[in-house]
């Protein structure tokens, strides 16, 4: 298991930015993909952006493509989330997420995601 915690989150007005940070610990980091979800007021969470274990692909899903940009730094345990031009659509609890697997192909299925942090809050106003 691992035990994954988000930062970062806070109000920004439309055409902000801001910058998502989850710090793990307790299983070797860069053996697994990483991705960021979503879950907005009464919808279900949704799929953002994923990136392989030695940060060579990345994966986004169409809303944010050109707008958000997921790194990591496995000599820090971290994964990031920078997110640019934001919407008020945006508004979300952001979660971060370790692949379940070591064998990861870019699904944006949450099922595929065996660990969750718990979420930090963005809110972005018109």
């Known amino acids: 298991q691992v035990q994954l915690v988000e930062s970062g989150g806070g109000l920004v007005q439309a055409g902000g930015s801001l910058r998502l940070s989850c710090a793990a610990s307790g299983r070797t980091f860069s053996s697994y993909a990483m991705g960021w979800f979503r879950q907005a007021p009464g919808k279900e969470r949704e799929f953002v952006a994923a990136?392989?274990?030695?940060?060579?692909?990345?994966y986004y899903t169409d809303s944010v493509k050109g707008r958000f940009t997921i790194s990591r730094d496995n000599a820090k345990n971290r994964v990031y989330l920078q997110m640019n031009s934001l919407k008020p659509e945006d508004t979300a609890v952001y979660y971060c997420a370790a692949a379940r697997y070591l064998f990861y192909s870019g699904s944006s299925s949450d099922a595929d995601f065996g660990s969750w942090g718990q979420g930090t809050q963005v809110t972005v106003s018109s």
């Open positions: 990136i392989s274990r030695n940060g060579g692909s990345a």
